[in-house]
């Protein structure tokens, strides 16, 4: 089973942007769908961003406009693009399969801080 290595959350301000990358231990180039889910303070895990092996994505409306997802099949990556940041979207963020399978497991995820 492929795992996932999330990187680049950081602290930002309100209207900043950010990057993170999701690096996995195998090819994606077979995986039909990946996604970014995230999971706030008090929250419950929600999948925000996703992207189909064929090019479509879609987005929750909360980060509709303000979220760009993408992948790179020959760097085993996917990618989030953020911008337009507000508190609301402070959370630790993780990629995985879409949807996800019994075999699926987490990894340690990427902090995002909004805040100034």
């Known amino acids: 089973q492929v795992r996932f290595v999330e990187s680049g959350g950081e602290l930002v301000q309100p209207g900043g942007s950010l990057g993170l990358s999701c690096v996995a231990s195998?090819?994606?180039?077979?995986?039909?769908?990946l996604g970014w889910y995230r999971q706030g303070p008090g929250k419950e895990r929600e999948l925000v961003a996703m992207e189909s092996r064929g090019g479509s994505a879609n987005y929750t409306d909360s980060v509709k406009g303000r979220f760009t997802v993408s992948r790179d099949n020959a760097k085993n990556t996917l990618y989030l693009l953020m911008n337009n940041l507000n508190p609301e979207d402070t959370a630790v963020y993780y990629c995985n399969h879409v949807p996800l399978t019994r075999n699926d497991s987490w990894g340690q995820g990427t902090q995002v801080t909004v805040s100034s």
């Open positions: 195998g090819s994606i180039s077979s995986i039909y769908a």
